[in-house]
């Protein structure tokens, strides 16, 4: 690993902290649960620094990602590239860089980098606080209702070095306010290369936000995503993933439910070919009375694909009328995928409700007789059911042009 | 029209059907009614295509070789099942399905698709036969349907399809009185001089309503007695017992409890 020797990036205060950890804790290796099926030789190969000048050809962004009205912030390689975003945004809403936050907004900003040692789950979350000093910062004032979408872009355009950016989300959402935001991650080429990107939800009292990661780098890149998610009383929380590219692809969610009466409903899909590696590591705490939780993902899983869901529940002392749910179903195509499933419920209040199932199948003879018979060929009946299946995370995102995107992505365009 | 000789369809050492004959005109409407593992399913599934039995014997279809077909192919040479047990297929949505349906046999046939607009009105008269709300249209294939939706589906997927040979497979089991009568309607109302029906059942009672012009008796994987109508009054009085009784050879070949009916 070469990041820990890379000149810390002089304008991210804590990195000599998050360093500081690294040389303390190490890497993750296969004994650490949350890492497990990760490929940590390539993840070592990796060089997680400063942002590097971006050397290839900018892709066509638009042809690249959902078609989406409202503001866009664009990410080139851990840098905000002005001229491709659009930051006029409506009263009440304010987007900016994480560098100009980091400097105009310091108090918001410190949520987001002011971890002591502690607060640092994993030298991959380190290294992301020590060089991702730039980014997307969102801030919604109190009682705003935004009506359209905020986009945030990541584009990832490795060069020879093997280089993968660090990069920093930050959402703030005032009390009584409500909005969407898609992030939507792509990259160019075929070099090797790689994106750490930390997003940090903050949901004040009664807030709602539905958030939308699409994950569709390359296959010659690897995907770190970290969503840190805290919600404040009868705040909502709407998490929807398609995690879709990259060789490893890893999204993870933290979810701190701090205040009373507050939901978090995550869903999400993972759909694997060839090697991929699809990894989804998702926390629920429940920290305050009466909160509710849902985590339902999907796997479809192809050729010698690998899918992992290890999702939590953590129901803390004092967190009575918790209501939990937890659904992982997936489906394999292909003899040579595979599937790591494990929930994991920790619960320690009192009038708990809890519930959790996984399942794994293959696709259903009697469907496949069923539509063969009506027509259907072999080969488009297998698609129907495998999209058929896919859609039913696809028709929980709400903007019509997102799931247009996806379906589109999946290979389908459907009446 | 169709000629089935001399079929037999086994699972395993299962032997079910075992020689079975069946002449099929065009524009008749033919009743197969027999006791349960009697093998009327099987003849039904044989018909369509379903993997998993060893079939022998012959069964084409305005001469082309039906066993020789996958069942998307046996769909696109007119046959249709209407299932006993319809297949719930969740996130997929009725309307797509029935125009991938619909178009995949076009397709194979090398007749133009349907478009989205055009098909929306051939299904919307296609649910009035079948007395059927235009939301199921929009809901998953069956997926939460009662059991005569199910059922009322089958008949709408026929309508839409217009099959050459319609095989009902029990379409009356599950249903009362008044989805039995829509059924039957939309079933009557699909009769044509080049359509041939084959109708399975149980009971007679389907009968009444779609008045067929010929009855065969199956048991034990044979058709051992046919006849016109009133043939199934007969059974309504003395059901299957004489069949069963005096009909066969060997009693312990009749034991098919475990074999899909």
Not at chain 1, 44 to 55: E, H, K, N, R, T
Not at chain 2, 45 to 60: E, F, P, V
Not at chain 2, 119 to 125: D, G, H, I, M, R
Request: overall charge negative.
């Amino acid at each position: 690993m070469t990041a820990a020797t890379t000149a810390l990036d002089p304008t991210v205060s804590g990195g000599a902290v998050a360093l500081d950890w690294i040389e303390a804790n190490g890497y993750p290796t296969r004994r650490d649960g949350a890492w497990r099926y990760a490929p940590h030789k390539e993840l070592g190969a990796l060089s997680f620094g400063p942002p590097v000048a971006q050397i290839a050809a900018m892709p066509d962004i638009d042809a690249r990602v959902p078609a989406l009205d409202g503001p866009r912030i664009v990410v080139v390689n851990g840098v905000v590239d002005v001229e491709l975003s659009t930051m006029v945004a409506p009263a009440g809403v304010h987007l900016s860089s994480l560098a100009v936050a980091r400097s105009e907004q310091p108090e918001l900003v410190a949520s987001h980098f002011g971890h002591d040692g502690d607060g640092i789950r994993d030298a991959y979350m380190a290294l992301n606080l020590a060089f991702g000093g730039d980014g997307a910062v969102v801030r919604i004032d109190d009682d705003v209702t935004l009506e359209v979408p905020i986009h945030i872009v990541d584009v990832e355009i490795p060069d020879d070095s093997r280089n993968a950016s660090c990069t920093g989300v930050i959402i703030a959402m005032g009390a009584r306010s409500s909005a969407t935001i898609v992030e939507t991650r792509i990259g160019t080429g075929a070099d090797f290369g790689g994106s750490n990107i930390r997003t940090t939800v903050t949901l004040g009292e009664d807030s709602s936000l539905e958030h939308v990661l699409l994950q569709d780098v390359p296959s010659s890149h690897v995907h770190l995503s970290d969503v840190d998610v805290h919600q404040a009383a009868r705040s909502r929380f709407l998490a929807r993933s398609f995690n879709l590219g990259a060789s490893f692809g890893r999204v993870a969610y933290h979810v701190d439910l701090n205040g009373p009466e507050a939901h978090t409903d995550l869903s999400g899909l993972f759909f694997g070919f060839g090697t991929q590696v699809l990894d989804q590591q998702i926390d629920v705490v429940h920290a305050a009375e009466n909160c509710t939780s849902r985590q339902s993902f999907r796997g479809v899983l192809d050729d010698e694909s690998t899918g992992i869901f290890n999702g939590g529940i953590d129901v803390r002392k004092g967190a009575d009328g918790t209501d939990a749910e937890q659904s992982n179903k997936n489906l394999i195509l292909s003899d040579r995928a595979e599937i790591n499933t494990q929930p994991r419920l920790e619960i320690l209040a009192d009038e708990v409700a809890c519930k959790h199932g996984a399942t794994v199948g293959q696709l259903d003879d009697a469907a496949m007789y069923y539509m063969r018979s009506r027509g259907i060929p072999a080969n488009e009946a297998r698609r129907l059911l495998i999209n058929g299946f896919a859609d039913q995370v696809v028709d929980d995102v709400g903007i019509e042009s997102v799931r247009d995107w996806i379906t589109h992505r999946l290979g389908h365009d459907d009446v | 029209m169709l000629h089935v000789n001399n079929l037999t369809a086994a699972i395993g050492d299962k032997e079910i059907l075992k020689g079975l004959d069946l002449e099929v005109g065009a524009g008749e409407v033919h009743a197969i009614m027999g006791p349960n593992g009697s093998g009327k399913s099987t003849l039904a599934h044989a018909l369509a295509g379903r993997d998993g039995y060893d079939i022998t014997g012959t069964i084409t279809l305005d001469d082309a070789d039906l066993l020789d077909m996958e069942p998307e192919a046996r769909a696109a040479a007119g046959v249709f099942l209407g299932f006993q047990y319809p297949v719930e297929i969740p996130g997929v949505n009725n309307m797509y399905f029935l125009r991938t349906a619909l178009n995949s046999v076009r397709r194979a046939r090398g007749e133009d698709e349907v478009g989205a607009r055009d098909f929306l009105s051939v299904a919307k008269e296609a649910m009035n036969l079948v007395e059927m709300k235009e939301d199921f249209l929009y809901r998953a294939v069956n997926a939460g349907f009662s059991g005569g939706e199910k059922k009322r589906n089958e008949i709408l997927q026929m309508a839409i399809m217009q099959p050459r040979l319609a095989v009902l497979d029990e379409t009356d089991s599950g249903l009362d009185i008044d989805a039995l009568r829509i059924i039957a309607g939309g079933v009557n109302a699909l009769r044509n001089p080049d359509r041939s029906m084959i109708v399975i059942t149980h009971y007679q009672r389907l009968l009444d309503y779609i008045k067929p012009d010929f009855v065969h008796v199956l048991v034990d994987g044979r058709i051992v007695q046919s006849g016109d109508y009133t043939l199934a009054l007969e059974l309504e009085d003395h059901g299957y017992a004489n069949y069963v009784n005096h009909d066969l050879d060997d009693p312990s070949t009749r034991s098919l409890s475990g074999v899909p009916s």
